[in-house]
């Protein structure tokens, strides 16, 4: 899959700056973008791989990395947020006049000071790569062909191991899960609960678009709140879920101070729950559609760089608009139906706020939807 939605923003930052951070959880194809760009067979190009534990073993000390990268003139440090003093490297880096290029690949965010974190933001220099997404696709394979395939990414997702391996969705999906959401956080922020990590990630799966309550989650994985709500934003950081706030305004009924999560990629979600089922024989098509058009949107949003605040909008009397996307223009509303033409707006929300419009994202006007300003 060389059709990403990155690959020339990547360059032309990578051409400008000497400092990239590339953010993905595992196997979304971030060497692959990388290669693209640099060969990183030349003599003076290096990739070091900190997962590798030989690699780590040798060249965890700021000198070692020095003397391995010295005379480099493209440094790629994968899995970098594994390297304890990255702030001091990224120090000597820029005294260096002979270096091009440092990308920081991560699967989590790595430990950086608050002001150099502020400048690379500041310059959209840290750069966030998903799974594949519905347009990378569709340029992929056509928009017919892409369109056929929408109930299968329903269930197997976009992960580009996946899409090229149909035939082995089910344990590339149980593999991507063990390497992306187990070993890798259990491993780099110490967590020695693994089963219960587990555990919370399925309960998660099974909830995807419903209020979260950290208590009762922590009551039945065996953790307290606290542990819960760190481990959600983990999974935030880690790119595997959306964590979505409530829309509240202070009026009466609206719930305050809530959260729904869905996940940024629907296979993962399927593989936690072990549920392949062709969608006729499926009991939760709303919340994979839910889930669908969410992790689309937030993809399509990301890439074109349109900044978005996400939320839901619930009452304790069960009225719901599933998405609410906020920018310094406008305030839009979003019900999503996959088969449905109509959709009935809740009266309280009409009433409380005329001024936002509510659309109806279905199997026919999802196109229109992720490419909407």
């Known amino acids: 899959m060389n059709v990403r939605s990155l690959t020339t923003t990547l ?38 791989d900190f997962e590798d534990k030989k690699v780590f073993k040798t060249l965890n000390q700021l000198n070692a990395l020095i003397d391995k990268t010295n005379g480099k003139k493209v440094i790629l440090l994968r899995e970098a947020q594994l390297f304890s003093p990255l702030q001091e490297y990224i120090d000597w880096v820029l005294d260096q006049e002979t270096i091009d290029n440092l990308i920081l690949i991560c699967s989590n965010e790595p430990s950086l000071h608050e002001d150099l974190w502020d400048a690379l933001r500041e310059q ?20 017919v ?4 395939l929408l109930e299968n990414r329903l269930i197997y997702g976009y992960y580009p191991d996946v899409v090229e391996n149909p035939h082995l969705a089910e344990s590339l999906l149980y593999e991507i899960v063990d390497s992306t959401t187990i070993h890798t956080l259990s491993a780099f922020e110490r967590i020695n609960k693994v089963e219960k990590l587990v555990k919370l990630l399925r309960h998660l799966a099974f909830n995807i678009g419903k209020v979260l309550s950290f208590n009762d989650l922590g009551k039945k994985c065996g953790l307290d709140n606290e542990t819960v709500e760190r481990y959600v934003r983990l999974f935030e950081k880690a790119q595997i879920l959306i964590v979505i706030p409530s829309f509240y305004k202070g009026h ?8 729904v999560v869905y996940f940024i990629d629907n296979g993962i979600r399927n593989a936690l729950i072990r549920a392949f089922q062709p969608l006729e024989f499926r009991n939760d098509l709303s919340e994979l559609w839910k889930n669908w058009v ?19 909008w619930l009452t304790h009397t ?41 659309s109806l994202i279905n199997r026919k006007s999802f196109m229109n939807f992720l490419r909407k300003q």
Do not use: W
């Open 145 to 148: 062909q892409e369109d056929k």
């Open 11 to 48: 360059k032309k930052k990578c051409a400008e700056n000497k400092i990239v951070v590339l953010r993905g959880a595992k196997r979304t194809g971030r060497l692959q973008i990388i290669q693209q760009l640099f060969d990183i067979n030349a003599p003076s190009v290096i990739s070091i």
């Open 124 to 143: 959209d220099l840290e750069i966030r790569l998903f799974p594949l997404s519905y347009e990378e696709c569709a340029h992929a394979f056509g928009l």
């Open 294 to 312: 969410v992790s689309e949107r937030y993809k399509a949003n990301q890439y074109a760089n349109r900044i978005k605040s996400y939320y839901f």
């Open 252 to 259: 009466r009924y609206e719930l305050k101070k809530s959260y």
């Open 318 to 358: 069960k009225q719901e608009i599933d998405l609410i996307e906020v920018d310094e223009k406008s305030t839009q509303g979003f019900k999503m139906q996959f088969n449905s033409e109509k959709t009935k707006v809740p009266k309280l929300f009409t009433d409380l706020y005329p001024e936002i419009k509510i």
